[in-house]
Each structure stands twice: as structure tokens, then as C-alpha cells.
């Protein structure tokens, strides 16, 4: 889980400073940020992994929340928590530089102020924080202190006799409810929520929590899952009409025999043995085709990635160590590859690149924000090229191909810094399909293809006949086709789209079944 599109999340307008934020929990997407509360809708991307929230929602309350600051001075009010907490998801929405580590700081510092309050037994205080701090937990991520908030708003809320904050607090829990696939937990959170919202007269809750009921009642009809769903009526249909075509696995009689073999994974580039460098860049690979990447730097979580990989922020000198792991199509998943390097202390300013284009993109133009630190100017340089003067905020234009962005800071005088570095690849190629062997039977079909590089396809069998689409979603090598009209043209056109989002001009390949075979 996470925000979208590998940010902190989108901002759009709404919430107490106008910004709402976009993030994708399993398979839905929250925009959070609004005070009638969270709105969830069914994402269009595949699902995320909500493991972690399930395990942050079947936790029980800890002792305390805060891993930082033990006590609070009494000259910091509650009110500038507050107003702290709405302004760092104002900047995480809008994307503003935000370090990962400074963020968990300030979080944990308002975390404390509020599990002092809950224990002190001020409510109104224990409410006001909540509320505030809920949209940045979940904006980065952090679901068991988000649930634990949420629990003591619930909790303070009840004491007060404050049904509006009741409301509000079972309307936030029941929405993680539904990202973590509990549609039981889910339907008794929001339907106490709705009644209550409805009672006090609150339709602007009353909307959002009936659109949440209305999201959790399309994505689990009945209980059931929707493959469960989409196989049942698929069986209706087939006794109906017999004629029906469905796309298959079978080559032959026999099912695909299972994939067991888990791939391994190679670290084939990164930082010499020691190094100035107070960044790193790492290349790997595997042995076949896989569904993901994982890394982990030091003693961090893993973390979904691609080669190449930067690490972030600055590091610190000493020894480091980075770990990759792949998951393939099948499920399987490889040992993991580490690699180890020492960063050296430097004379010169140490700083980082804070923020650069996507790893692997198709847009030239890049964008790279720096973390100046102590240096009093900077230069850049894009792959063998001069250094020049630049800026924390720094553009270019870059080809077709694998790139290396250089920058360092200097001093008063004039000395240089260990050099940070990123590394990316440019692809503005789209991939090309090649057909293979064609196989046709009076009632089947099996077409090979093969693809110019790593995609995922679509393929759309249409009759020629009337131009009717027979069978259209996710495909791959061999497509095979069964049940189809006999003596009939068709054609299967396919688009493949890469891993930097280039999409190909579909591939037709036209057939005709034969009644002469069996």
C-alpha cells in the first residue's frame, strides 16, 4: 500500500488548507484529507499487498504510541501541534521536499503530544490532534500509529458524549476496514457511522459514508469475492450458450505445468568498496522475467523498486549494506542478493539528491531537487560532461538511453564534496510484437508471439464478419482460444505496452477456424 503513483500522494482541492491527497490502499484508492472524512473508491490498478494494515487493525492498543520525545513542554500549545500537523500534509500532498526520517520526526513528536493527552484525560485535546495528525499517518504510510490515533479519537469522543466525533472516528476506521479486505469489520463501522451522521443531521458525512457502503457492496456482492463472482456467471452463460468463446491456459489436453523454480537475482552494478560518495546507485538483474523488485538498505524494510535503484536521502559515513529480492509471475520468490560499501569521511560539504525522475520513464526531460546542506554553491553535470554552476533545483533534457546525474558542493573555499550521483534510463521506444505459429482447429485457435522487450499485453479477438469482439483482456504467449464458431474469419489484434508506459501500435494476425480439423 501507498500513495499514488509513488509519491507522497496528489493533491487536490478540499480539507482544512484546501488540499486533499490521493493514495492507493489494497484495491482502492482513499482521498483523505476532507473533514466529512476519507472517501474510498475501487482502483484501476492492480491491487496492493494490505498485510500491513490487517496486522495494524488486529493490534491491540499499546502503551504508547510515540517512539520519540518522552515529555512535552507546556509551552507548546496544542494548537501549534495541530497547525503543524495540517502543514506538513499540506507540503507531503503538494509534493514538497519532505525527508523520510524528518517527517517520522515531527509525526512522532505530535504522536507524543497526543498520547499524553489521552492519558491525562484531556479530551477535546486528544480529538483535536487526532483528527489533525489521521490524514498525515495516512499519507505516509505509518497504519498502526494511524489506527491507534483513531482508536483514542474514538475513545475521547465516547467520554464527551460527542456523536459527531464518534461518527467521524467509526466512518475513518471502517473505511480501513475496507482497504484491508474486512468487509464484516467494515459494513458495522460505516453503518454505525451512517446512523449516527443521519441523526445529527451531518449530510456531508451522511454522503461519504454512504458512498464507502456503496464502494464495499461493489467490490464484495454477497460476500464473495468478484473472480468468484465472474466464474459463476461465466458458468451460467456457458450452459446457455454453447457457443460462447473463452479465452484458455490449455495447450493441448494437458494444464501448464506449474512454476516452482524461484528466480536469482544479481547485483551486476554499484558503488566501489570504499567510496566519497554520500549516494548510491545500484544495476541488478534476474534469471527470467519477474513480477517485482524489492530492496532494503541497511536495517529499513523492504520496499517495491527497479534497476537502477538510488538510494535516498544523504548517507552517513561508515558501513552500508543493500539487498534485493524478486518475485516472479508465479509467486515464487528469490534469495536475496546484498552488496556492502563504506562511505569515507570528506573534507568537503556533503550533499544529496533529494528528488530526480523516475527511474525508468519515457520523458527526456528531468528534474532533480538538491539537499545543499553546508555547501555555499553547487555544480551538476549530466553523464561525462563538465561540471557547471547549478541550482537545488536543476533541469535538463536527456537522450534516449541509460544516464548519470553528478553533483557536489563546495565550500568557501572552493573545495569540492564527495560527489552525489543518480542514475536513470530514458526509453521513448515503443515495444513491437512478431507473430509466431499459428494453430487452427474447427473450433480452436493457439497463436504464438513474441515482444521486442519486458511488456504486458492485451489481446482483442474479434469476427470479421460483423467486427463483433469475441474475447478482449490480459494476454500472453501462446493465446489460445477455444470454443469458436467454425468456418469463421477472425483476427487478434494485440498491444503490448513497456515498462516506462510506451505502447505499441497493435499487431493483427488474421485466421480462419477449419471444419476439416478436428
Known amino acids: 500500500m501507498g500513495p499514488e503513483g509513488g509519491g507522497h500522494g496528489s493533491a487536490a482541492e478540499g480539507g482544512p488548507f484546501g488540499i486533499t491527497a490521493r493514495i492507493r490502499v489494497g484495491r482502492f484508492v482513499f482521498d483523505v484529507g476532507s473533514p466529512a472524512g476519507t472517501r474510498a473508491d475501487p482502483s484501476p490498478e492492480p491491487a496492493l499487498d494490505p498485510a ?9 492498543d499499546p502503551p ?12 507548546e500549545s496544542v494548537t501549534g501541534r495541530v497547525e503543524r500537523a495540517l502543514e506538513l500534509f ?3 500532498a503538494k509534493g514538497q521536499i519532505l525527508d523520510p526520517q524528518f517527517l517520522r520526526k515531527e509525526s512522532d513528536s505530535i504522536l507524543a503530544a497526543l498520547d499524553r493527552a489521552d492519558r491525562e484525560g484531556r479530551h477535546r485535546d486528544s480529538i483535536r490532534l487526532a483528527r489533525a495528525l489521521s490524514r498525515l499517518l495516512a499519507l505516509t504510510g505509518r497504519w498502526t500509529a494511524l489506527v491507534q490515533t483513531l482508536r483514542i479519537a474514538l475513545r475521547a469522543s465516547a467520554a464527551l458524549g460527542d456523536a459527531p466525533g464518534i461518527a467521524w ?5 471502517g473505511t480501513l476496514a475496507l482497504g484491508a479486505e474486512d468487509a464484516q469489520a467494515a459494513n458495522g463501522q460505516l453503518r454505525e457511522a451512517l446512523g449516527m451522521r443521519r441523526e445529527v443531521g451531518d449530510a456531508a458525512g451522511a454522503e461519504v459514508t ?3 457502503l456503496a464502494t ?5 456482492p454477497s460476500g464473495m469475492r468478484p473472480l468468484t463472482i465472474a466464474l459463476i456467471v461465466a458458468a451460467i452463460l456457458l450452459a446457455v450458450a454453447g457457443a460462447l468463446a473463452i479465452a484458455v491456459w490449455a495447450m493441448g489436453d494437458d494444464p501448464p505445468a506449474a512454476d516452482t523454480t524461484a528466480p536469482v537475482v544479481e547485483i551486476t552494478d554499484g558503488p566501489d568498496d570504499e567510496t566519497d560518495e554520500t549516494s548510491a546507485s545500484f544495476e541488478f538483474e534476474a534469471d527470467e522475467p519477474v513480477e517485482s523488485y524489492e530492496c532494503k538498505l541497511d536495517d529499513g524494510e523492504f520496499e517495491e523498486c527497479v534497476s537502477p535503484y538510488n538510494t535516498p536521502g544523504q548517507l552517513d559515513p561508515g558501513k552500508h549494506v543493500i539487498v534485493v529480492r524478486a518475485t516472479d509471475p508465479a509467486g515464487n520468490r528469490s534469495d536475496p542478493a546484498e552488496d556492502d560499501w563504506t562511505v569515507r569521511p570528506a573534507e568537503g560539504p556533503r550533499i544529496s539528491i533529494v528528488r530526480g525522475p523516475e527511474e525508468l520513464t519515457n520523458e527526456p526531460r528531468a528534474e532533480f531537487i538538491l539537499d545543499s546542506g553546508e555547501a555555499v554553491s553547487l555544480e551538476c553535470r549530466l553523464d561525462d560532461g563538465d561540471f557547471e554552476t ?4 536543476h533541469e535538463l ?7 548519470v546525474f553528478t553533483a557536489h558542493g563546495l565550500n568557501a573555499f572552493g573545495m569540492a564534496g564527495p560527489p552525489a550521483r543518480y542514475r536513470w534510463t530514458v526509453d521513448t521506444t515503443p515495444p513491437t510484437i512478431e507473430f509466431g505459429s499459428l494453430k487452427v482447429g474447427e473450433t480452436t485457435a493457439e497463436i504464438e508471439f513474441s515482444l521486442s522487450e519486458d511488456a504486458t499485453t492485451v489481446c482483442t479477438l474479434t469476427k470479421d464478419e460483423d467486427e463483433s469482439t469475441v474475447d478482449e483482456g490480459d494476454c500472453a504467449s501462446p493465446a489460445s482460444y477455444e470454443g469458436l464458431s467454425d468456418n469463421t474469419a477472425f483476427t487478434l489484434a494485440i498491444v503490448a505496452t513497456d515498462l516506462a508506459g510506451n505502447v505499441s501500435k497493435p499487431a493483427e494476425q488474421e485466421f480462419q477456424t477449419d471444419p476439416d480439423v478436428d
Open 52 to 60: 500491513e494494515l490487517q496486522l495494524a487493525l488486529g493490534q491491540p
Open 64 to 75: 504508547s504510541l510515540a517512539e520519540a520525545e518522552a515529555a512535552i513542554g507546556e509551552a
Open 90 to 92: 499540506t507540503a507531503v
Open 169 to 173: 472516528a467509526r466512518h475513518e476506521l
Open 210 to 212: 454512504e458512498h464507502n
Open 216 to 220: 464495499l457492496s461493489g467490490a464484495t
Open 390 to 393: 547549478c541550482s537545488i533545483v
Open 397 to 403: 533534457d536527456a537522450d534516449e538511453g541509460e544516464h
